[in-house]
Nanobody
């Protein structure tokens, strides 16, 4: 499956963005999708992971209550709604996919999309 993440941008603190991750080549419905973010000089950091089927989403502690994951398999797209954004959320956000369950470990995802930049100003 080929992935493409988009929807990033520049917002002020407290603002919102919705990231989308679209799959092509194979139906994204079969894949667990993870979201990661990375800032220069730091390792990729897990943000959330959305299951197949009903789309139950697991979250890193630092985004609980602010971010919401969902999926629309008819559109082969997984979403990450980000509210109450903080300057610390500034990063390049990536989506990744695997078929064998949700994971918070980047090296367990074989499929990656290009990142999308999110910039939050104070």
């Amino acid at each position: 499956v080929q992935l493409q993440a988009y929807g990033g941008g520049s917002v002020q603190a407290g603002g919102s963005l919705r990231l989308s991750c679209t799959g092509s080549g194979r139906a994204l419905s079969s894949y667990y999708v993870g979201w990661f973010r990375q800032t220069p000089g730091k390792e990729r950091e897990w943000v959330a992971a959305t299951n197949t089927g009903g789309g139950y989403t697991f979250y890193a502690n630092f985004v609980k209550g602010r971010f919401t994951g969902s999926r629309d398999d008819a559109k082969s797209t997984v979403y990450l709604q980000m509210n109450s954004l903080e300057p610390g959320d500034t990063a390049v956000y990536y989506c990744a996919a695997r078929t064998t369950g949700s994971s918070s470990y980047a090296n367990e995802y074989p499929h990656w999309g290009r990142g999308t930049q999110v910039t939050v100003s104070s």
